[in-house]
Nanobody, 126 residues
């Protein structure tokens, strides 16, 4: 069974950090680009960060550039999103997703992503 499971979300104060994990089962992440998306209440889902499977190149949306870092550990079949200097506007449900087409589009294009996790809530508030 193909599955992506996110973890690491929670409540953090502004300026704090969180690391999200996206663990895959039932398939190997080596062959997939991975994107992190987020959706805040009343807003559309948006691409935050992505990492290619072939060359390891990365993408970060302007809103998170310099604060978020995406990385992958193929041995653990896991992708991470390190989030620093968090702001209240980063509050959202965060999803990871896998694309068999590589990181072709930057900004990320939702329709490129075949498999999705269930999401993890990130709340930035004092």
């Amino acid at each position: 069974q193909v599955q992506l499971v996110e973890s690491g979300g929670g409540l953090v104060q502004p300026g704090g950090s969180l690391r999200l994990s996206c663990a895959a089962s039932g398939f190997t992440l080596d062959y997939y680009a991975i994107g992190w998306f987020r959706q805040a209440p009343g807003k559309e889902r948006e691409g935050v960060s992505g990492i290619d499977n072939s060359d390891g190149s990365t993408y970060h949306a302007d809103s998170v550039k310099g604060r978020f870092t995406i990385s992958r550990d193929n041995a653990k079949n896991t992708v991470y999103l390190q989030m620093n200097s968090l702001k209240p506007e980063d509050t959202a449900v965060y999803y990871c997703a896998a694309s068999g087409y590589g990181l072709r589009y930057r900004p990320l294009l939702l329709s490129e992503y075949n498999y999705w996790g269930q999401g993890t809530q990130v709340t930035v508030s004092s």
